[in-house]
């Protein structure tokens, strides 16, 4: 009897933590490479940020991703939705789709994603102790435009270890989960070109409090049709 | 078939992989490599960190010294040979926040890659358990949790240099563990779950 209800209890708190997940916000991170990139006539941010501001000293990781070609939000999170079923908590985008004439113009937005991730809340009871997971980001039509690159959106990836319990909470290895989300990508029958261009990020491995920074500074290029 | 109607064929076969090739290239296809790369602009000035973080060469033999002494890290290599892999600073975090603040070394962290992937049995392992809130020096807390864990091919070795101690010995990525269990009567101290403690999931 005794045992019936201590299952009870643990299957009733791992139910809780799969609906609710971690709870939001972050711990921010210094960025040792950031700074904005073009082509054509649009800009982003190679970092995405922990909260709506451009600082070296708030950022979440390296933007390693680009989804091209005929990309939107939505499509994208579809066709990696067979692994990727899960959401995380927000992080935010930077860029502009017109830059405007030499490029110092305006029309900056911001965009928040919780993306996609393997597991809502890994180290939790009956959960795995590791979850991948990705953001993206474009602006108010869920997509981004230019010649060189079609309709694109752009992101970043990390894992998250034993968010939920179980150890030590670590986040972190950006450029393993790169590897790993091309891997899902051409496994679902996509083709995707794997450290195509440089993002300007590189990140030396370090470990900065719970953030665990490795970064080649190639980000990966993923074709939509 | 007549010489003519051959070289006609042959062009024809020809123009038509011309074609092919010049709409693979305007349309893209399955195998090709990416578009046009990106440039960067001049960095702001307000996006340039210093760098006082780095880890110097005495230090880093210093970590690894203090590493292969450490009771914790010997009992999980045990008999598998090893090699040092990734050797880098581990610094405080900016906390939750986005304001400017300059990370402060604590130590080193050491990846280290195993000979073949290996089972960890109960072993006792250090673990430092982080407060992102950073109010406490040192901004963690050590515990020693007995550890099993399955598929083992590399260790993450955290090593505190201010205080010459090695404080966390983990499984490191790709890794199962199945158990990790602290001392009867721990109490953690370092706020869990926290609103702003988490990486956001």
């Known amino acids: 009897m005794r045992r019936a209800h201590v299952f009870l209890v643990i299957a009733a708190a791992a139910a809780l933590l799969a609906v609710v997940g971690p709870r939001p916000k972050a711990e921010a991170a210094t960025a040792r490479n950031l700074t904005l990139l073009y082509i054509d006539e649009d800009r982003f941010r190679n970092y995405d940020f922990t909260d709506r501001a451009v600082t070296p000293y708030g950022v979440d990781w390296p933007i390693a991703l680009v989804f091209g070609n005929n990309a939107t939000i939505d499509r994208v999170k579809a066709r990696l939705g067979n692994e990727y079923d899960q959401t995380g908590g927000p992080m935010y985008g930077r860029m502009t789709d017109n830059a405007g004439s030499g490029g110092v113009g305006g029309g900056y937005v911001w965009d928040d994603d919780s993306g996609g991730k393997t597991t809502k809340c890994p180290g939790a009871p009956f959960q795995p102790d590791s979850a991948r997971h990705y953001r993206i980001y474009a602006d108010g039509d869920d997509r981004l435009y230019n010649l060189a690159w079609g309709y694109y959106v752009f992101g970043s990836t990390h894992w998250d270890r034993w968010e939920c319990g179980g150890d030590t909470a670590w986040f972190g290895w950006s450029e393993n989960a790169e590897g790993w989300l091309a891997w899902r990508w051409s496994t679902n029958g996509y083709s995707a070109a794997e450290d195509w261009a440089s993002f300007y990020n590189w990140e030396p491995y370090r470990v900065e409090g719970t953030h665990v920074w490795e970064n080649d500074g190639y980000a990966t290029w993923f074709w939509v049709f | ?201």
């Open chain 2, 1 to 201: 078939m007549t010489k003519a109607r051959k070289r006609a064929s042959v062009a024809v076969v020809f123009a038509a992989l011309v074609a092919l090739l010049l709409l693979r290239t305007a349309i893209g296809g399955p195998d090709r490599a990416g578009p046009a790369e990106p440039s960067a602009l001049e960095p702001e000035a307000a996006t340039q960190v210093v760098d006082e973080t780095s880890l110097g060469q005495a230090q880093a033999a210093r970590a690894l010294e203090l590493m292969k002494a450490n009771p914790g890290f010997r009992s999980a290599v045990a008999d598998v040979q090893y090699q040092v892999t990734k050797i880098g600073p581990w610094t405080t975090s900016n906390g939750p926040f986005t304001r400017e603040k300059k990370p402060e070394l604590l130590g080193a962290s050491v990846v280290v890659t195993l000979a073949r992937p290996t089972e960890l049995h109960d072993r006792k392992l250090p673990s430092a358990i982080y407060d992102v809130t950073e109010k406490t020096s040192p901004p963690y807390q050590e515990v020693t949790n007995r550890v099993t864990a399955r598929g083992v091919s590399e260790l993450m070795v955290l090593v505190d240099l201010k205080r010459g101690k090695v404080v966390s010995v983990t499984p490191g990525l790709g890794s199962t563990i199945v158990n990790s269990t602290p001392p009867t009567g721990f109490q953690r101290t370092v706020p869990d779950l926290s609103p702003d403690s988490r990486e956001g999931g």
